[in-house]
């Protein structure tokens, strides 16, 4: 029998494994930041303990630091000794840092693909759910807990039971203004937020190969609100394409030795997997959430479920506190949805296709007068990118702000939050309670959706503003 | 880590499903460089009301239920953040053990690393287990991980999975590191013959 992209990944990787243990798995690449990283440091100070590979571990700072422009001695005190505390401890330990006064630093997960150390065929951890991200390389990349982080960094390694596959099957060609978000937020509605627990997610398809990498990015992202800790798509063409000249991509004999590899990371045919569903890209529309979980997202016309539709007393019972939470009724269709805040921005949509996406939807209109707008790029290569295009202007000119990179209002660890009772429409990948700021309502959106939703002050149907000329 | 064997203690019914890490500890209290301080933080946005006095609707508020070790959850919770603060929180406020019908897999792995136990029943045990706890806060519940088993006082019994390896690693107070720097020479080896 054959075996699955993950399996194939899985296996080249196990170093070690005792009757009735899980296995000891081989890590690639470990990505650090400053949140969920000092207390691992601590542990291998207590212990006396190195970092077994500082060439494999590499870090940088996104979800504390402050996305304005603000020097470090102005900044809150706590994001600031994190910061110093993540330097003196990748100085102490040889780590390489993409700090903030840098020129790479930026969003965790836009810094590694950016940077060509997410590759094929590679074990990435990271102390961050969003780690599946990387997946969208053909990489298997899942988040950890700090503990985990310590053992990384003394073994380069990590106790793992297999998780078992599941393949989504996505086909067929996606409509006019309908996006990658779309897509995993249709398949986190579909099976709910817990339905890949215990699973790694293989998204497969003629619409995932047709996606951009910033795309397929998106779509991994999002795994883990569907509870799949992992998400891969196997590598092809554009995989390898945008991953050539990357300052950590191999070059030379290595580059064309890694490709010859990298094309044997896909599922055989006869491969089998544990479980399987299909979409059909075609039926697909731009989609909202309205609940507390990335899995309580509608269609853009359609209307919020009525708790006597869900036969679960769970879903009943989730159901009726998320729409107390959000002030939103039962049947009620988003669209027309009042919109306070617009947040564009985070490790799921903050990349240059998805500022470009938004900006086309922005040029020549105006931010509506109740509403606060921020777009906040995934890293400072995003950033530049972006300005060279000459984007910065469209969003500034619409009445948007232009950000430093960073987390910023997808978890509100920084001063960027929401207040409470307020609508934002966001392009992040959590919509739980206060998420974005204490009692601040968050709806899920794709890039496009949130630029119109700023535009007109409420959720529109992004696909009306685009049929419109433009008024330039 | 201490090691777990038996908990008798009484237990906390909250009865909410999918209760992502983001709840259990808000972002607010991730700014610390140290494990500590975590246990004020815990639940806080749902023990306390905005003006910081306390919410005396919120379960754990409720003076019947101070000082219980359990809690007893509904499905998939700890879903969300990866962040390891969720699992100190409920340690630092005082809970040992988490009943649910499921875990969201971060979650799971982090609270196992703690000596955190989560427990898995099936949804109608989880049910039974908020009634009882409900009308009888007082309720004693037993949970010994050798057996497996979760004890009701009416000598009710109901086994609970767990993965062999980490039962051990619990009963022993054992954790990860240990085992894997035991593994230097394989991991050596591995390196040797890598590719990258």
Not at chain 1, 450 to 456: D, F, G, K, Q, S
Request: with cysteine; net charge negative.
């Amino acid at each position: 029998m054959g075996k699955t992209l993950f399996e194939k990944v899985w296996d080249a990787h196990v170093v070690a494994q005792d009757p009735g243990a899980p296995a000891v798995l081989y890590i690639d690449a470990h990505l650090i930041h400053e949140v969920t990283s000092p207390q691992a440091f601590a542990l291998l100070r207590e212990r006396g303990l190195k970092v077994r590979r500082p060439d494999r571990t590499f870090a940088t700072m996104d979800h504390a630091i402050p996305t304005r422009d603000l020097d470090i001695a102005l900044w809150p005190q706590d994001a600031a000794r994190q910061v110093e505390t993540l330097r003196r401890n990748c100085r102490d330990f040889g780590i390489t840092l993409f700090d903030i006064q840098g020129d790479v630093q930026g969003i965790v997960h836009v810094v590694g693909p950016e940077m060509g150390i997410t590759q094929p065929g590679m074990t990435i951890v990271c102390g961050d759910s969003h780690t599946s991200t990387h997946g969208a390389f053909g990489a298997l990349a899942f988040g950890i807990g700090t503990s985990e982080v310590a053992h990384v960094l003394a073994t380069q390694c990590l106790l793992q039971r297999k998780p078992k596959t599941f393949a989504i099957n996505v086909e067929g060609e996606l409509g006019f203004g309908v996006t990658a978000k779309d897509i995993i937020l249709a398949i986190i509605a579909r099976n709910g937020a817990a339905g890949g627990v215990g699973y790694v997610f293989e998204y497969r398809g003629s619409a995932i190969r047709s996606l951009s990498m910033a795309n397929r990015m998106t779509i991994c992202n999002m795994s883990i609100e569907g509870g799949a800790r992992a998400g891969l798509i196997a590598p092809d063409e554009k995989t390898f394409q945008w991953l050539q000249g990357r300052p950590y991509a191999p070059q030379g004999p290595d580059w064309e030795r890694a490709v010859a590899y990298w094309r044997t990371l896909h599922s055989d045919p006869d491969a089998v997997f544990d479980r399987e569903m299909t979409l059909d890209a075609g039926e697909l529309e731009p989609m909202v959430t309205y609940g507390t979980n990335p899995g309580q997202g509608i269609p853009i016309s359609g209307r919020i479920p009525y708790p006597e539709e869900l036969e679960d007393p769970g879903e009943r019972r989730s159901l009726l506190a998320a729409l107390e939470y959000m002030g939103l009724k039962p049947g009620q269709k988003m669209e027309g949805q009042r919109v306070d805040i617009v947040f564009l921005g985070s490790c799921t949509n903050s990349r240059i296709e998805d500022l470009r996406e938004a900006a086309k939807i922005v040029r020549g209109r105006k931010v509506a007068d109740h509403v606060q707008a921020l777009v906040v790029p995934g890293s400072k290569a995003v950033k530049r990118q972006a300005e060279e295009e000459g984007l910065d202007r469209i969003f500034v000119e619409a009445g948007f702000e232009w950000r430093g990179a960073g987390c910023s209002m997808c978890l509100a660890m920084n001063e960027d939050k929401a207040p409470a009772g307020k609508y934002v429409a966001s392009t992040s990948n959590r919509n739980f309670r206060g998420r974005q700021g204490p009692g601040a309502r968050s709806l899920l959106m794709s890039p496009i959706m949130a630029a119109a939703a700023a535009v007109e002050g409420r959720v529109v149907d992004v696909r009306e503003l685009m049929r419109e000329p433009l008024a330039v | 880590m201490e090691p777990f064997r038996t908990l008798r203690a009484r237990a906390v019914p909250l009865r909410a499903e999918n209760v992502d890490t983001d709840q259990i500890i808000p972002a607010q209290y991730l700014t610390a460089v140290t494990r500590e301080g975590m246990g004020q933080g815990l639940f806080s946005g749902w023990r306390y009301h905005p003006d910081g006095t306390p919410n005396p609707d919120f379960v754990l508020n409720q003076p019947q239920y101070a000082g219980a070790e359990i809690l007893i959850a509904g499905r998939n919770f700890g879903t969300g953040s990866s962040r390891e603060h969720a699992v100190w929180a409920l340690l630092q406020y005082g809970f040992r053990a988490v009943i649910a019908p499921s875990f969201a897999d971060i979650f799971f792995n982090n609270a196992l690393k703690n000596g955190l136990l989560p427990v898995r029943l099936p949804e109608e045990a989880v049910q039974m287990l908020w009634d009882l706890v409900e009308e009888e806060p007082d309720t004693p519940i037993r949970i010994d991980l050798e057996r497996q088993i979760v004890t009701l006082p009416d000598g009710q019994e109901l086994g609970f999975p767990i993965d062999p390896f980490r039962k051990m690693c619990l009963l022993q107070g054992m954790d990860d590191l240990g085992y894997l720097l035991s593994k230097e020479p394989e991991i050596a080896a591995y390196e040797a013959r890598s590719p990258w």
